[in-house]
């Protein structure tokens, strides 16, 4: 069986990257993905961005629609508090595969569990079957066409409290209108927009923060 991109990510990192240190394996992700083969990590440049909003918020309870090769919940997961926990869901085996190991390379295996399914199917399931009352930070990032549903799926699961915040990637590119239209109408979100660049390039992107007003 051919070699995936995800997994020549995976080797790179453990061939070079420092074990146990997070940052070091954002790092190699990165410089991999910069030199080598282009990857929708979502990246140093809106890496910031999330560390930004992500410490704004210090949250307890996180939630990640999207884990890909998990440069993201490591990335989340070093600037947790302790005691505090992430949950990432993450719909394709064989990405949820690299992310594990990954995650385990960086040491933040304690405060990441990987879920694999559909969103849709894990996000009704999260207070009964993974004792989740409330979150306080979504990063979603999956697939665009699911932004807006999901976010409404969370909304009648009970899932968020006055002040959860949710930071959605590639709402210019590849966009997500619908859900940019869902949260800064409905009434229900106070919206920031980070403008930025797709991961690795100088095509336009943004991401964008919407905190829940409660019901
Ligand atoms: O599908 C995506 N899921 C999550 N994040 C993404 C992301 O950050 C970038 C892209 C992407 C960006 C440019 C392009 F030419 C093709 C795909 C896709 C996803
Ligand atoms: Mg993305």
Request: glycine share 6%.
């Amino acid at each position: 069986m051919a070699q995936s991109k995800e997994q020549r990510i995976l080797e790179f990192v453990k061939e070079n990257a420092a074990k146990g240190d997070p940052q070091s394996v954002v790092d190699h992700i990165d410089k991999y993905c910069n030199q080598k083969e282009w990857a929708m990590n979502v990246g140093d440049e809106k890496g910031l961005i999330l560390d930004k909003v992500f410490t704004e918020t210090n949250p307890t309870t996180v939630l990640e629609l999207g884990t890909y090769c998990g440069y993201s919940a490591i990335r989340m997961a070093q600037l947790m508090k302790q005691g505090s926990r992430l949950l990432t869901v993450e719909s394709k085996p064989e990405h949820a595969a690299v992310a594990k190991q990954l995650i385990e390379f960086a040491g933040v295996q304690d405060k990441v569990q990987i879920l694999e399914g559909a969103t849709e199917t894990i996000i009704p399931s999260l207070k009964t079957k993974y004792e989740v009352d409330q979150v306080d930070f979504v990063f979603i990032d999956h697939f665009k066409n699911f932004y807006t549903s999901d976010t409404k799926l969370l909304e009648k699961c009970g899932l968020l409290k006055k002040g959860s915040v949710l930071l959605a990637d590639n709402v210019v590119y590849p966009g997500a209108p619908d859900f940019l239209e869902y949260v800064r109408t409905s009434g229900h979100y106070d919206c920031t927009n980070y403008p930025s660049h797709v991961e690795y390039s100088d095509k336009l992107d943004a991401m964008e923060k919407a905190v829940f007003k409660g019901n």
